[in-house]
């Protein structure tokens, strides 16, 4: 296991290596060499413009399949390239000029309803807007500053591309290689419910969050993986071996999540012997190996498996037999030592993955990878971009056009206001509005907190560097270091990225010659300002609350799990097993599992009086959770451990109430009345028996799962919607 040393040395490796760090890299150059090759030629005026242009495409240029950023980057150009043009007109006149604001920052806050990739080129527009602001320029600049911009745009775009070309398969393996390191993080907090004195409901809490982390990093490289040609067509066997990778971790994050226990009764059970702290231990230990494949595939380099491993499983299954000889002494039954037995098991099966995971490694160079028999059109999303969807969301009841029309009025105050007041910068304050401002008032909030804070934690280190620094070259390295950290956190960490940022305007604007403590008193006093606008009209202006969109999530997480459990049931049926739906139906899960998490947090951090049944909420995700691993467990015991699938028709009836009580709890969402007294759970009166203890523990899962199901059904109707 990792001791508390390695772990932030794993922490600052995962990072350089990650897809994060590497866009740092790329947007600092991309964005740095066009101002340094101007100033060669005493041009820096142009080398800045140039620069805004690279910056704006680098705004669009986030992971994703190679198409998509080309023709985000090659739009997002001749986009704000245009707005820079009209811009620099609407300078002449002050109403104009408000005019153009308002009606910009509408219509491209709108571009949200095609997705986030097409919000980012709104941002980019409104970004390019904001800057050109003020900028009042005699007629021939005018029509020179959006060429330059737009020879900025594509300069970065063929720099990005040039990038891909050299190495096609890099961004896949770092964005494959970041969803394997949080599924070691999942697992490592799934080994935290063994610890002795765990505090279960923290423990949740951050299970919960990294779940939802998981599923934003495995959609993104599904995208990746699956709309790339040249990987899903299979031309190259390195495209082969980062789709069954990615495959075998989606297996293997099946498996992990089927190991949910009632971890309280297993504490009580058996703390007194100390065995499950040899589970704690060993899942950890897989979780650090698994943590070192995601490490070893974004270096390229081949993984091992400790052979520790095998010693410690043995350690553990003779732990186990011997509590099982001394059961009677101890007072445990044989249900609570085949609860121990049935999680030895499945900690195997995930040492068996890994081992397959390796040795996908160990053959990517050969021709025996396969993914031919992937359907991989019907696990990914595509996104329409008709006129009708932007015209169908003109009306107060799109979260959209709410928002759009928000951020439109307050970008017009904010103008008002600057130019009232005659700040030095008054774009900073719009630039402010621009970034805090979002759908949801609860991501509003969290982005105003971290604007302010680094704000004033990179102003203090700014104001530090510049009164005792003053060596040129020492600077400019800082400025580097600045640019870097704020390009490679901006989509990981808005408050560090912000944090590098204010030090890296300060340390520009002296290279520029322009004051120190003025701008910085100014950017802090703007920010504040921007900031305050901006959560003022999100509380009262056409706001969203989460419990407006709270029934659709709940509804969206029943079904998906009644369609999970109908799959994996199906099996048990006798019905002939389709993988496709079965994996279509375990993702659907996993997505509404982490959109409730995230509908949950967002709901969390709004007023208490926009709050509404926020602990049943609560409790309906646990159940919810709980309900998906029983059912991934189910469906692992047939999946893996059977060749012919035994005779369970005895258990129809209790997996038909099953069914039944679920629909019931999408019925009560929808506000139809339910009975609950009339609700009963169906009994087993002739148990299966057989001597295989697998077999023995399916009976089990079948009435856990009826359980689950009606605490489901019971909460729903204290959910007020």
């Known amino acids: 296991m990792l001791n508390s040393a390695q772990r932030p040395t794993n922490e600052i490796k995962h990072f350089v290596l990650s897809s994060y760090f590497g866009d740092g890299l790329r947007i600092t150059f991309g964005v740095l060499f066009p101002s340094l090759f101007m100033l060669e030629f005493d041009k820096i005026n142009i080398g800045m413009t140039i620069s805004l242009g690279a910056l704006c495409a680098s705004v669009v240029d986030s992971p994703g399949p190679i198409v998509h950023r080309r023709n985000a980057m090659l739009t997002t150009t001749g986009i704000v390239s245009l707005v820079a043009l009209l811009v620099g007109f609407a300078n002449l006149s ?21 997705g986030l990739r097409a919000a980012a080129i709104g941002t980019a527009a409104l970004l390019v807007m904001t800057l050109s602001i003020g900028d009042i320029r005699p007629l021939h600049e005018i029509m020179m500053h959006p060429v330059y911009i737009l020879i900025g745009g594509l300069w970065y775009t063929a720099l990005s591309l040039s990038l891909y070309r050299i190495m096609p398969y890099r961004i896949a393996q ?9 599924v070691a993080k999942f697992m490592k907090i799934k080994a935290a419910f063994y610890r002795e004195g765990v505090d279960y ?29 040249e990987i899903v067509r299979e031309s190259t066997q390195e495209g082969r071996f980062l789709v069954v990778v990615f495959v075998d971790i989606i297996d293997l994050f099946e498996q992990i999540m089927s190991t949910f226990y009632n971890y309280q009764h297993l504490h009580k059970q058996f703390d007194s012997v100390g065995i499950l702290k040899k589970y704690e231990d060993i899942l ?3 979780a650090d190996e698994l943590e070192k494949i995601g490490y070893d595939l974004k270096m390229g380099t081949t993984p091992h498996l400790s052979p520790i491993i095998p010693r410690k499983l043995q350690e553990l299954h003779l732990a186990v037999l011997d509590l099982e000889e001394h059961a009677e002494e101890h007072g445990f039954t044989a249900l609570s030592i085949g609860a121990l037995k049935n999680i030895e098991v499945n900690i195997k099966n995930i040492f068996a993955r890994l081992k397959k995971i390796v040795g996908n490694f160990k053959n990517r160079k050969k021709k ?9 059109d019907q696990f990914i999303s595509h996104q329409e971009f008709e006129p009708k969807i932007f015209r169908e969301n003109l009306t107060f009841d799109s979260e959209i056009f709410r928002h759009s029309l928000r951020v439109a009025l307050v970008m017009l105050v904010g103008f008002i206001i600057a130019q009232s007041f005659e700040f030095l910068h008054s774009n900073w304050i719009l630039l402010t509005i621009m970034v805090i401002m979002k759908p949801a008032f609860s991501l509003t909030k969290e982005r105003n907190y ?3 804070i680094g704000t004033i934690v990179g102003a203090i280190f700014g104001l530090l560097i510049l009164s005792y620094q003053h060596n040129k070259n020492v600077l400019f390295a800082i400025l580097l270091l600045c640019m870097l950290g704020a390009y490679s956190f901006q989509r990981k960490n808005y408050v560090v990225s912000v944090l590098f940022m204010t030090p890296f305007i300060l340390i520009l604007y002296n290279f520029l010659g322009m004051g120190n403590i003025s701008i910085l008193e100014e950017r802090v006093m703007d920010t504040f300002i921007g900031g305050g606008i901006s959560f003022i009209a999100s509380y009262f202006l056409f706001p969203t609350w989460e419990k407006e969109k709270l029934q659709k999530v709940l509804i969206d ?28 139906a375990r993702k659907d899960v996993y997505v509404k599992t982490a959109n409730l998490a995230s509908a949950f947090q967002r709901m969390f951090s709004e007023p208490k009086s926009k709050q509404t049944s926020i602990k049943e909420v609560h409790k309906f995700s646990v159940l919810n959770h709980l309900f998906a691993s029983y059912t991934a467990t189910l469906g692992l015991y047939v999946t893996e451990h059977f060749d012919q699938i035994p005779d369970f028709h005895n258990l129809q009836m209790v997996g038909d109430n099953t069914e039944k009580i679920l629909a019931l709890g999408i019925k009560t969402l929808q ?29 089990e899962q079948y009435i856990n799962l009826q359980k689950a199901a009606l605490d489901i059904l019971k909460i729903t109707t204290k959910i007020k919607l």
């Open 174 to 182: 770092q964005s494959l290689g970041d969803s394997i390191v949080e």
């Open 94 to 114: 002050i109403p104009i000029l408000g005019l153009m604001i308002t009606g910009f920052s509408f219509l491209f806050s709108m571009f949200y309803v095609y």
């Open 557 to 584: 997480m029943l079904e998906a799990n009644l369609e999970y459990f109908r799959q994996v049931r199906g099996l048990y049926l006798g019905n002939e097993f389709h993988y496709l739906p079965y994996k279509l």
């Open 284 to 286: 950890t230990l897989l």
């Open 671 to 699: 506000g139809e009345e339910v009975d609950l007294t009339e609700i009963q759970l169906v009994q087993l009166k002739n148990a299966v028996r057989d001597d295989e203890e697998t077999i023995l523990l399916i009976p």
């Open 450 to 452: 971290h604007r302010l």
């Open 201 to 229: 409901d923290e423990n949740y809490k951050k299970l919960i969050e990294t779940q939802i982390s998981v599923n934003e990093k495995q959609d993104a490289t599904r995208e990746m993986l699956f709309k790339t040609r």
């Open 368 to 376: 025996t990878l396969n993914t031919s028999d992937l359907a991989t």
